[in-house]
């Protein structure tokens, strides 16, 4: 089993920026894609960012893209997610997790553990 921890997370105006690390330990990432998935509330968890094994292939929702960047250290075991020009609707808990697979995907069953996610709210 291998354990995910994400930090970065807080309160940012709208328009500002923040950086969401998640580093795993226990089990090496460098062999799956990893994803960024976000949960605001009464909402379903919805698919933000997703970076394959080797980083060779990155893919965004269509609601962040350009605004975000997804990115990846295997020799730190940790991936990232750099939000700018953050919304109101941004708002959520933000988690990480690892696939089941080294291609990106985007369905939540298809992502095998899963951080406790990080609260990010934004303000208008």
């Known amino acids: 089993q291998v354990q995910l921890v994400e930090i970065g997370g807080g309160l940012v105006q709208a328009g500002g920026s923040l950086r969401l690390a998640c580093a795993a330990s226990?089990?090496?990432?460098?062999?799956?894609?990893m994803g960024w998935f976000r949960q605001a509330p009464g909402k379903e968890r919805e698919f933000v960012a997703g970076?394959?094994?080797?980083?060779?292939?990155?893919a965004y929702s269509h609601s962040v893209k350009g605004r975000f960047t997804i990115s990846r250290d295997n020799a730190k075991n940790t991936v990232y997610l750099q939000m700018n020009s953050l919304k109101p609707e941004d708002t959520a808990v933000y988690t990480c997790?690892?696939?089941?697979?080294?291609?990106?995907?985007?369905?939540?069953?298809?992502?095998?553990?899963w951080g406790q996610g990080t609260q990010v709210t934004v303000s208008s």
């Open positions: 997790a690892a696939a089941g697979t080294w291609w990106i995907v985007r369905a939540v069953n298809d992502y095998r553990d």
């Open positions: 970076i394959q094994s080797n980083g060779a292939a990155i």
């Open positions: 226990g089990r090496s990432l460098s062999s799956v894609a």
